[in-house]
């Protein structure tokens, strides 16, 4: 099976910018979570999605937004940029009542 | 609130020799899940191992084995002989077992290995 996908790979923003995230989970895996990565305050969790739905969120601002079309691929925006959003954007897809999630490449972005 | 640190920041060896990272974790879950991800330059975190909470029992996955105590709080991993590829940065992740698969990440160990 093919790995999670996520596009763009690299991103290049100014402040005041909104930006969309793609996401592409692995084959019939129905849930996907999306991650920040900074070296400040390492992994955090943004928000999960399963079958269209957010499951849970973190604690995010809301310009973080995300959403979750019937054939599992995943969107996440952020509007309204900042230079403390530059970052490794990471999303994750899991099996329906697995636990463990498998990771993509990541967007990498980065706010002027 | 969940919580994992892992204490080393960096671990330098040399090829052949192995490498054992520490983890300790916080949760007031009874019910839970522990992983390592290995994340190399490339920024794709690599999912390496997974242990849950009732189950104690130490195992051995080729060059990799771990060592989880839960009266301690503790979930260590161990490379055997290591090698070069195996410079990354490594994670240890909690995560709850019923319904919340929100992943809690420690601060990673850069592990390099030398020639």
């Known amino acids: 099976k093919a790995g999670v996908t996520q596009t763009p790979r690299y991103l290049i923003k100014t402040r005041g910018q909104q930006v969309t995230l793609s996401c592409s989970p692995i084959?019939?895996?129905?849930?996907v979570s999306w991650y920040q990565q900074t070296p400040g305050q390492g992994l955090q969790f943004l928000f999960e999605y399963f079958s269209e739905t957010q499951r849970n969120k973190g604690n995010f601002p809301g310009r973080f937004s995300g959403r979750q079309f019937s054939n599992s691929r995943s969107e996440m925006n952020v509007s309204t940029l900042e230079l403390g959003d530059s970052a490794l954007y990471l999303c994750?897809?899991?099996?329906?009542?697995?636990?463990?999630?498998?990771f993509g490449p990541g967007t990498r972005l980065t706010v002027l | 609130a969940q919580k994992v640190t892992q204490a080393q920041t960096e671990i330098s060896v040399v090829e052949k020799e192995d490498v054992t990272l520490d983890c300790v974790y916080e949760?007031?879950?009874?019910?839970?899940?522990l992983f390592w991800y290995k994340q190399p330059p490339s920024g794709e975190l690599v999912f390496l191992i997974r242990r849950n909470s009732f189950d104690e029992q130490n195992e051995i996955s080729g060059r990799y084995s771990w060592n989880f105590q839960k009266s301690t709080s503790s979930f260590n991993f161990t490379i055997t002989a290591s090698q070069v590829v195996d410079s990354a940065v490594y994670f240890c992740?909690?995560?709850?077992?019923?319904?919340?698969?929100?992943?809690?990440f420690g601060a990673g160990t850069t592990v390099t290995v030398r020639a």
């Open positions: 994750a897809s899991r099996e329906q009542g697995a636990d463990t999630q498998y």
């Open positions: 949760t007031r879950d009874t019910t839970y899940y």
């Open positions: 992740a909690l995560s709850e077992a019923w319904g919340d698969y929100k992943l809690s």
């Open positions: 084959s019939g895996h129905r849930s």
